[in-house]
C-alpha cells in the first residue's frame, strides 16, 4: 500500500509487507491487518511489539464522530483526556475489553484502540480500518485535521519503532497569526492593536501581524512605539513583497524571483530602522501561494523559514518528491528553508491544535482581521485550551525558528537543531553536548557553527559536530551556513509597477471600512431623517 511507503519516507522506518512471523530475520515490531494476521503473528515466537487494525468493513459510510482518548500514560501526552471530532465511518464495532487491556481511546463509549502487554511485549489492537487513498490523494488527504484519527495509531507506532522521537523538544511555540495589517493605524479592519495588546495580556498568548512590505513606505509613530513596547505580545513578519497574485508561486525567472525576495528585505530593513520596529525574516506567503523554487531562493537570501499550510505546499508543488512525507516532520527542510505549518483559526480548529503539539510543530492559527468581527473571545478561548498543553511557549515568529530544537537527556546529549539558526542556555544535567541538524542528506559544504559563551567553534564535518563540553546556563547559538547564499543588497531591484501600489490601497481602503459597512448592515443602514 502507499501508505506504507509514505510512512517509510517520512518517519525512517521500512515496512516489509512480505515478513512473515517464521521468518528469521529480525523486526523492531510488527503491523497487521485482519484477525488472520492478528492469530499468525500471536502464535508465533516473536519477540517485539505489534500493532493489529481490523479490515475494511464492506460499504464503509463516512461520518463524523467524537473520539475520546483516555487519560493515561499510554496515550500519547496531548491527546490524554481530550474529546476531538473526526471524520470517521458508521458501524464502528469497538474492541472486546479484557481484564488485561488498557484503553486508549474510545468513539461513543465503545473502546476503538487499547493495547496490553503479552510475554513481556506490547500488543496493540485498533478497531479502524486503514483509510484507502484515491489515486489522486496523497497523505495528506488521509492524514490531516479533520480525518488524522483513523491512522494516527498507526503513525504513533512507527514513531515509536523508529526511535527518532525519542528526544525530547524543549518548549512547543504558539502564535496567533493575522495576515496583511500594517501600522498605518492604530488598529486594521476589525484588529485595534491597543485592544489586541491588553487581552494578549491578560489572556497569555501572542499575535503576529504578516505585513505586506510594500506597504512599509509609512507608518504611524504611536503605533510604532506600541509594538516596541508590547513585543512580548505583538510582532511582525514578512508577507510576500507587493502582495500581488500568487507571487510567490507563478516567478519562473530566477533573477525575478530574487529581485522581489531582496527587495522585499531591503523595505523591511528601513522600516526596522526607521521605526524601531523588529520585524521576523520569516515569510508567510499570501494566500499560501508559494512555489519550491521560491524556498530555495528565500533560503539563499537569508530568511529564517517560511509559514505556510500543508494544503497550500501541496498544491503549488504537486510533484514534489516530499509532498507526501513533510507532513509529519515537526519543521521539515524544503529547498533548504525551514517551514513552520499554519492552519485556518476558527472555533472549531481544537483537533489541528492538538494534531501540531503532537507532531512537534508550531501551533499556529491564521485569519484575516475579519475573524475579529465578533470581537477577540476567539483568542481568548483558543489560548485558553493551548495554555492546557504541556511545554506551551507563546513567541514571535523569530523566536519559533530561533527555539526550534530538541535535546536528549544530559549528561551526554544529543542537541537536534531543525532551523538554521537556533540558541539556548544549557539545562542542567549536562557534561557536553553534540550538535546534529534534523535534515541529514544537507552536503558538507555547509559547515555547522557552534558559538559558546562568545567563542566559535566551526565544524565542517556536515550534519553533525563532535562533542562540546558544556555547563549548565552556558549560551549556546548555532548556524548552519546556506550553500551559494547571496546578499540582498547585491540583488538588482524589479522594474517599478503602479498597479501593485494601487492595489494595496484600493485593499486597505476595503479592510479599513469593513467595521463601517458591517454597522450599517446591522443597523439596517442609515436612513434620511428631516
Known amino acids: 500500500m502507499r501508505i506504507f511507503q509514505w510512512l517509510s519516507e517520512a518517519l525512517g522506518v521500512q515496512f516489509d509487507v512480505d515478513a512473515k512471523p517464521c521468518d528469521s530475520f529480525v523486526v523492531d515490531g510488527w503491523f497487521g491487518v485482519g484477525p488472520e494476521a492478528e492469530s499468525l503473528i500471536l502464535v508465533s515466537d516473536r519477540a517485539s511489539p505489534c500493532m493489529f487494525y481490523k479490515g475494511a468493513l464492506p460499504g464503509e459510510t463516512p461520518a463524523t464522530r467524537n473520539i475520546r482518548f483516555e487519560d493515561s500514560a499510554s496515550t500519547p501526552e496531548v491527546f490524554r483526556g481530550r474529546q476531538i471530532s473526526q471524520q470517521l465511518y458508521d458501524g464502528i464495532a469497538g474492541l472486546e475489553e479484557p481484564a488485561m487491556d488498557l484503553v486508549i ?11 496490553r502487554t503479552d510475554r513481556g511485549w506490547l500488543t496493540e489492537r485498533v478497531a479502524f480500518s486503514l483509510p484507502e487513498p484515491k489515486e489522486n490523494e496523497g497523505l495528506g ?51 485595534n ?66 529581485a522581489s525576495l531582496a527587495q522585499a528585505l531591503r523595505r523591511i530593513d528601513r522600516f526596522e530602522r526607521a521605526s524601531g520596529v523588529q520585524v521576523a525574516r520569516v515569510m508567510a506567503p499570501p494566500h499560501g ?10 533560503g539563499r537570501l537569508g530568511y529564517s523559514g517560511a509559514c505556510v499550510s500543508h494544503s497550500s505546499l501541496r498544491y503549488w508543488n504537486p510533484t514534489a518528491r516530499w509532498r507526501n512525507t513533510f507532513i509529519l516532520q515537526a519543521t521539515p527542510l524544503i529547498g533548504g528553508l525551514p517551514i513552520a505549518p499554519r492552519f485556518r483559526i476558527s472555533a472549531g480548529c481544537q483537533p489541528a491544535i492538538l494534531l501540531a503539539a503532537y507532531l512537534g510543530q508550531p501551533i499556529i492559527p491564521v485569519g484575516h482581521h475579519n475573524d475579529a468581527r465578533e470581537g477577540l473571545d476567539l483568542l481568548a478561548e483558543l489560548a485558553g485550551f493551548i495554555n492546557t498543553l504541556p511545554r506551551i511557549r507563546w513567541a514571535d515568529m523569530q523566536a519559533v525558528f530561533d527555539e526550534n530544537y530538541w535535546l536528549s537527556p544530559g549528561p551526554v546529549g544529543d542537541l537536534v537543531v531543525g532551523s538554521r539558526r537556533v540558541s539556548l542556555a544549557v539545562p542542567h544535567g549536562y557534561e557536553s553536548i553534540r550538535v546534529a541538524t534534523a535534515w541529514t542528506r544537507m552536503p558538507s559544504a555547509e559547515p555547522i557553527a557552534v558559538n559558546l ?70 443597523s439596517g443602514g442609515i436612513s434620511a431623517t428631516n
Open 453 to 522: 559563551n562568545q567563542e566559535t567553534l566551526t565544524f565542517q564535518s556536515g550534519s553533525v559536530t563532535d562533542s562540546i563540553y558544556v555547563r549548565e546556563g552556558d549560551s549556546l547559538a548555532v548556524s548552519v551556513a546556506v550553500s551559494n547564499a547571496i546578499a540582498p543588497g547585491s540583488v538588482p531591484p524589479p522594474r517599478r509597477r503602479l498597479w501593485p501600489f494601487l492595489r494595496r490601497q484600493i485593499v486597505e481602503c476595503r479592510d479599513r471600512l469593513s467595521p463601517l459597512r458591517n454597522f450599517l448592515k446591522r
Open 193 to 258: 492593536f491597543n485592544t489586541l495588546g491588553r487581552e494578549a495580556t491578560k489572556y497569555a498568548y501572542h499575535v503576529a501581524f504578516a505585513t505586506v512590505p510594500l506597504d512599509s513606505w509609512y507608518f504611524n509613530a504611536h503605533v510604532a512605539s506600541h509594538f516596541a513596547a508590547n513585543r512580548a505580545k505583538l510582532s511582525l513578519l514578512i508577507h510576500g513583497n507587493d502582495h500581488t497574485r500568487n507571487e510567490l508561486a507563478t516567478l519562473d525567472d530566477s533573477q525575478v524571483r530574487l
Open 105 to 115: 481511546a474510545r468513539v461513543d463509549e465503545r473502546a476503538v484502540w487499547a493495547t
Open 289 to 298: 501561494a508559494c512555489s519550491e523554487d521560491t524556498l530555495i531562493d528565500m
Open 141 to 191: 488527504d488521509i492524514f490531516n485535521q479533520y480525518n488524522y484519527a483513523r491512522l494516527l495509531p498507526l503513525v504513533d507506532f512507527a514513531r515509536r519503532i523508529s526511535g527518532k522521537y525519542n528526544l525530547s523538544k524543549q518548549v512547543i511555540s504558539a502564535c496567533f497569526m493575522f495576515d496583511d495589517p500594517n501600522l498605518h493605524s492604530c488598529s486594521y479592519g476589525f484588529l
